[in-house]
């Protein structure tokens, strides 16, 4: 026994000490390092916050050459399957415009409405005219691993982007701004089991956390009133209690899944942002 | 015009670590995106590096490991060091492996990669979980983590078939 106990720490001690064949560094070395890494960058010291930055700014910009090859290859298919459903498409589209049209003129009364009656209540959240922010932005990689759902964009800290702000596609809201750099950001987005957002049910006074599951179509909504039950079809919008970013914006929407499950889905995809507008907390 | 088959045979050594650059700095996320793909998405630099550590020690150094984790940390957003850490102690267990095995058998390094795995990952959630906040989909890991198991004697044979075939020592 004593023995095996010897040949096992003998075996160990050559692994992590020996630098074998062509090794510059030996295994112990830069497990060390790795470690103090790891408790630097969690100590969060100002030097370890401009390294790590300035790193990812190059490391991004690397990265967007190296992904070229396959956003070739899935453009191509995209065009493809594009031109296939051309004709079905067309068709669904005509119908969209015709309903949208009827909608457009409620919608602009109801707008005009709710102006109104916010103002006479004194309630009104908008922002004066220089808190507004707003840029737009390149969607440089789309990241979707078993830890993070979010995407980078190619403006940062030198553009004004802050951490906490709003990140938008085509009027829907996609996620906030978790990690800034000089010429990038990161985006975490609103599918991400780290997001909560405050939302409310249309058509009710429903308040509740919307929470990511790391899918685009199933999204869950926790602190709901006891015994209620949510129906299809329901626009889910922000409710503006985290007093940053603004209330009414559609976020999500319920629906009926195959099996006639009630589940949620997020409005904007994430999968299809090209360019996004960063704001702090506004809709444009 | 002499100096044509040196690059060649240079850039034909370089492939493993060529091959870990690149899968670090890009995951094929886009293709992903397509159909089905994502479910059977693997992780390609553990299999590169349990491979090339245990058959090929010479042609992938420990310092591109390092470099390499510390680069899918910064693209992915884990904190800083973790993957290097993780891609670490996988060499750590292979290295010892290969110190501890007299003959080398196809199926029995396809499952001593099995606790090669669980080590590597047991790290890589220990420090995901006590120095950062971001919480992880265990099943897509866990999906990760049998398909790299799976797909491993295929890429087993195709590397060995590379070492053999194009590399002239």
Redesign the interface.
């Known amino acids: 026994m004593p023995d095996n106990r010897d040949d096992f720490i003998i075996s160990i001690r050559y692994a992590l000490l020996k630098k074998g064949a062509k090794q510059k560094f030996s295994l112990f070395f830069l497990i060390l390092f790795s470690i103090s890494i790891i408790t630097l960058d969690k100590l969060s010291l100002p030097f370890m916050n401009v390294s790590r930055s300035i790193i990812s700014d190059i490391i991004y910009r690397v990265a967007i050459v190296s992904s070229k090859p396959a956003k070739i290859i899935e453009y191509s298919i995209k065009m493809a399957n594009r031109h296939i459903n051309v004709y079905k498409n067309n068709q669904t589209l005509i119908e969209e415009i015709e309903l949208l049209k009827k909608q457009k003129f409620d919608f602009a009364y109801m707008q005009s409405e709710n102006k109104i009656l916010k103002s006479a209540l004194n309630f009104s959240n908008d922002k004066s005219p220089n808190q507004i922010f707003s840029i737009s932005a390149k969607v440089i990689i789309d990241l979707k691993s078993p830890y993070l759902k979010s995407i980078l964009i190619n403006k940062g800290t030198r553009s004004g982007i802050k951490k906490g702000m709003s990140v938008f596609n085509k009027d829907y809201l996609l996620g906030n701004i978790i990690e800034t750099n000089y010429i990038s950001s990161r985006v975490l987005l609103l599918t991400d089991l780290n997001s909560k957002l405050p939302v409310i049910i249309e058509n009710t006074n429903v308040n509740a956390i919307l929470e990511g599951t790391g899918k685009k179509k199933n999204l869950r909504l926790s602190y709901l009133p006891e015994n209620y039950i949510i129906e299809s079809e329901k626009i889910i919008f922000t409710s503006g209690k985290d007093g940053f970013i603004q209330g009414g914006i559609p976020v999500a929407k319920t629906f009926l899944n195959q099996k006639n499950k009630i589940k949620i889905k997020i409005l904007g995809d994430p999968d299809q942002a090209l360019i996004v507008r960063v704001t702090n907390g506004q809709v444009d | 015009m002499h100096y044509f088959p040196q690059i060649k045979n240079k850039l034909l050594h370089l492939l493993p670590v060529l091959l870990l650059y690149?899968f670090s700095?890009?995951?094929?996320?886009?293709?992903?995106?397509?159909g089905k793909i994502?479910f059977f998405s693997f992780n390609f630099q553990m299999i590169l590096i349990y491979f090339y550590i245990l058959k090929y020690?010479?042609y992938l150094?420990?310092?591109h490991?390092?470099l390499c984790?510390?680069?899918t940390d910064?693209?992915?957003?884990?904190?800083?060091?973790?993957t290097?850490?993780s891609y670490?102690?996988l060499?750590?267990f292979t290295?010892?492996l290969r110190?501890?095995t007299l003959r080398s058998i196809m199926t029995a390094e396809w499952f001593t990669f099995i606790p090669a795995l669980f080590f590597s990952n047991f790290i890589y959630l220990i420090?995901?979980n006590n120095?950062s906040?971001?919480?992880?989909?265990y099943v897509?890991?866990l999906q990760?983590t049998f398909f790299t198991f799976l797909f491993f004697p295929f890429f087993y044979y195709f590397f060995n078939y590379y070492q053999k075939f194009f590399i002239k020592d």
Do not use: C
């Open positions: 690149f700095f890009y995951n094929f996320e886009e293709l992903k995106n397509i994502n020690p010479e150094g420990f310092g490991i390092f984790g510390l680069i910064t693209v992915i957003g884990t904190p800083l060091g973790t290097s850490l670490l102690s060499s750590l290295t010892y110190n501890s420090i995901v120095f906040n971001v919480s992880f989909y897509e890991l990760n």
